[in-house]
């Protein structure tokens, strides 16, 4: 009964190093979605996954890549991290209703 | 360009209160209107949800109050608990091809329930 894992959940990376953030659902969600989290923004959609082998742009998409793996996996990466991206990140899926979120990776830039 | 717009920012209600949490949007094009509650450290939650077909949804001691001519959505808390302390997020969905939820949030308001 995991849902949403997320790992890691915290990570610390100086600027210019590269990270993946790793997502995996077991609901056998079709859609799968990354988001951030800052202080007084809500949530901004980076990027998503309708289905497996599909990935679009979302609201604020530079500086990341994405993979959807599998229908289960769907990773974000950070090729060059920039103290900008000091923020928390939201792996979320759905089918056709209401959004399922992990509990986020913090992650900082120094 | 906001299209969510949720107020206040924060929010202190004594126990037994009503909270409540106002959001506007500008998209016709959204079908579909959830409220988030997200606790520290956690993922934000889908608390309650309703469609534009109707005016008022209530689960338990939580209401959404819909106006679709006015584009503004609302949610009441009633009889507050401080276990209702949390930060929540009012959302809007427009499809997207393909299938996916395309949910554009608010900025959330931080709701802290005074003993």
């Known amino acids: 009964n995991a849902g949403v894992t997320q790992t890691p959940k915290f990570q610390v990376l100086k600027t210019g190093q590269s990270m993946t953030l790793q997502c995996a659902q077991d609901m056998n969600h079709n859609s799968m979605y990354w988001y951030r989290q800052d202080p007084g923004m809500g949530l901004r959609l980076i990027y998503y996954s309708a289905s497996e082998g599909t990935t679009d742009k979302g609201e604020v998409p530079n500086g990341y890549n994405v993979s959807r793996l599998n229908k289960r996996e769907f990773s974000l990466r950070l090729e060059s991290a920039a103290p900008s991206q000091t923020s928390v990140y939201f792996c979320?899926?759905?089918?056709?209703?209401?959004?399922?979120f992990g509990n986020g990776t913090r992650l900082t830039v120094t | 360009q906001q299209q969510v717009k949720q107020s206040p920012q924060s929010l202190i209600v004594q126990k037994g209160g009503i909270s409540i949490i106002n959001c506007a949007y500008e998209n016709t094009a959204f079908d579909y209107f959830p409220w988030y509650q997200q606790f520290p450290g956690k993922g934000p939650a889908l608390l309650i949800a309703?469609?534009?077909?109707?005016s008022e949804k209530k689960e338990g001691r939580f209401t959404i109050s819909f106006n679709k001519s006015a584009k503004q959505f609302s949610l009441h808390i009633m009889d507050s608990q401080p276990g209702d302390s949390a930060t929540y997020f009012c959302?809007?969905?427009?499809?997207?091809?393909?299938?996916?939820?395309?949910?554009?949030f608010g900025k959330g308001t931080h709701l802290i329930i005074q003993p």
């Open positions: 959302a809007a969905r427009a499809r997207i091809l393909g299938g996916a939820d395309g949910l554009t």
């Open positions: 979320a899926s759905s089918e056709l209703g209401p959004l399922h």
């Open positions: 309703i469609r534009p077909d109707v």
